[in-house]
Structure formats: C-alpha cells, structure tokens
C-alpha cells in the first residue's frame, strides 16, 4: 500500500493539524510505503511573502520530525524540489472539467465571500491530483476538509485513464471519523485563518494564556453543564484518556466543575503529550543542516518514482 499526503506551510500546525491529519500520518507510517510532504507550492496561493514561506517551511519540516516523522519509514520532500509534478498537473488540467472545479469548496467560499480568486486557487485541486497520482497512491490521509479534493482527484484520473489507458492509480481517501473537526477556542472548528488555534507547539505562558482565551459561558460553578456544549470539555477528551473523560462528563452534567480547573487540567495533558516532542525541536532546530539533508534526500527518493509515472503519462498522450 502506498500512502500520500501534503501538509500546506502556511502557519504553524495547531491541535486540529494534529488531531486531524498527523497523528493519521505518524500512524500511517508503519502501515504501508508513506510519501509525506511539504505543500509549498500550493503555500503560494495564500503566502505571498517569501521570508514567511521560508520560514514556515521551516517550521512545518521541524514540527513533523520532532513529532515523530521518521525518514528511514518515510520518504519526507518538498513539493517544489519534484518539477515532475507541475509538470504533470498541466497534464491533468487538459482533461479537468471547469464544472468540476467550479464546485469545489475553497473556489466556492471565496467568490462566496466577494473575493476575487486568482487562478492558483482555482487550479488547487489539479496540483493536488498531481501531487497523489505521481506517486501512485493509493490512500490519501486527510482531514474532512479535504475529501472532496480526493474525490476531485479521482475523478481526474479516472477520466485520463479513459482517454489514454490505465496510466493512473485511483487513490481513496482515508479520514478519521472519531475526531471530526477539533473546536477553536471560540468552538468553530480550529483554523489558522480564524486566529482560534492552539499550536502544538506553544508552552509555558504562552500555552496557559491560550488555553485561558478558550470562550466558556457565564453559568455559576455549581449550575449543572451540558459538556457537549462546552469548548473546554470539547477539547480535554480529544487528549484524556476515556476514564477521565467520563469523569468530566459526570462532573459537568452533575454542575460544581470550575472552567478554570477544566483548563488547567487541559494544559498538564498538553504538557504531557507533547512534552518530549517540544525537546526534541528544540533539538532539531539547532541542527538546521541535518533537517536539509533529511528533504533532499526525500525529494531523491520521490523523483525516482515521479519521473517513472511522468514519462508514462506522456507516452499515454503522445508527449514521448
Ligand atoms: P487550517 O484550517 O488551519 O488552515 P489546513 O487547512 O492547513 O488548516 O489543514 C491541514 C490539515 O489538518 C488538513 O488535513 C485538515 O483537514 C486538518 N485540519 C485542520 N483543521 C482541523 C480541525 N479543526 N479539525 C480536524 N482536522 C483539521
Ligand atoms: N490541500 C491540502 C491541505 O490543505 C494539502 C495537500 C496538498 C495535500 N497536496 C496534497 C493533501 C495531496 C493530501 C494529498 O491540507
């Protein structure tokens, strides 16, 4: 089984890029052949600003190392060191119906929003499509959010593969359905362009004034709370374990639990889950080098492969 994903640098990963795409990617990794990899060009269409590009970059490559990507299981690249992939995508755009990407959800939002796209977003899921089938994929782990660029993607190869002969696999997508999408502090799902997220790797005052911001009602201690409607809770079970869950469950539907407590206990359980990944950043962050290596090395590995499906895609429509 071969396993994909891209992971776009557009800010600092929070708990919701954690809960919803790398713990799945950690998981991944022992299960099949993984591909991971940097979204930097897709990055392009929201990041203008090349020392921030860098920079995130940086970070996103730190953050899955130090979290437990390892690149002996993994292959772990940039998507801008593998040229086959745009490559490939102006391929794939030749077969790839306007409709289709009229209706997809982040081209939609934005002309929803008055805004005016630019042609990279419009064109987002065929980079994407570019960036599965060039390795062969054939699951795709993603947040929720993402499915409809995976069904997208099937679609495209499923209608180049009629055109020119089985040149394609057909990837699925693979979501975890216990986590759903991860509340924000202000309990609207968790996102960098909310400004509501947690970073996975805040701590000390930084986590503890975050955590702090995390919107709760006015209700007096004693009054009894439904949890679900909680943000706090919310948050708490997707890292206590099920036991200590329950717990809060009773305590808060039973009225006494003081938010505070509720959240004190959330930053020990931060503390205690990403306590050794924070070390081993800060570790790796002084070995800048090795993280460059660790990429191109990645980016060696993944071209073998791209090139192998490139040059047959342009066999298939008669580019050879
Ligand atoms: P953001 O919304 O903060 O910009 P991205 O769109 O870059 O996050 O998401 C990266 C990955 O993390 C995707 O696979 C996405 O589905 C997942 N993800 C992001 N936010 C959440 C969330 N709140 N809950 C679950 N998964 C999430
Ligand atoms: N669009 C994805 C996101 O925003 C990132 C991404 C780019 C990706 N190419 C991909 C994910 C290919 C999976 C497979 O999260």
Known sequence: MRILSGIQPSGKLHLGNYLGAIQQHLDLQDKGEAYYFIADLHA???????????EHIR?????????????ARATFYRQADLPEVPELSWLLTTVTPMGLLERCHSYKDKIAKGLSPDHGLFAYPVLMAADILIVDAN???????????????????LKFNNLYGEVFVIPEDRILPEVGAVPGVDGQKMSKSYGNDIGIFLE??????????????????????????????????????????AEWRERFTRGGVKYSECKKRLIALLDERFGPARERRRELASRPDDVQDVLREGARRARAVASATLARARRACGLD
């Open 44 to 54: 392009l269409t929201t990041v203008k600003d090349p020392r921030l590009l860098r």
């Open 139 to 157: 699951v795709v782990p993603v947040g929720r959010d993402q499915k409809q660029h995976v069904e997208v993607t099937r679609d495209i190869a």
């Open 204 to 245: 000390g005052k930084a986590l503890r004034e975050r955590v702090m911001a995390i919107v709760t009602d006015s209700a007096p201690v004693e009054a009894p709370k439904n949890p679900d409607a909680n943000n706090v809770f919310n948050l708490l079970k997707l890292f206590a374990a099920p036991e200590e869950t």
């Open 59 to 71: 970070d996103v490559a730190l953050d899955y190392l130090a979290l437990g990507l390892d690149p």
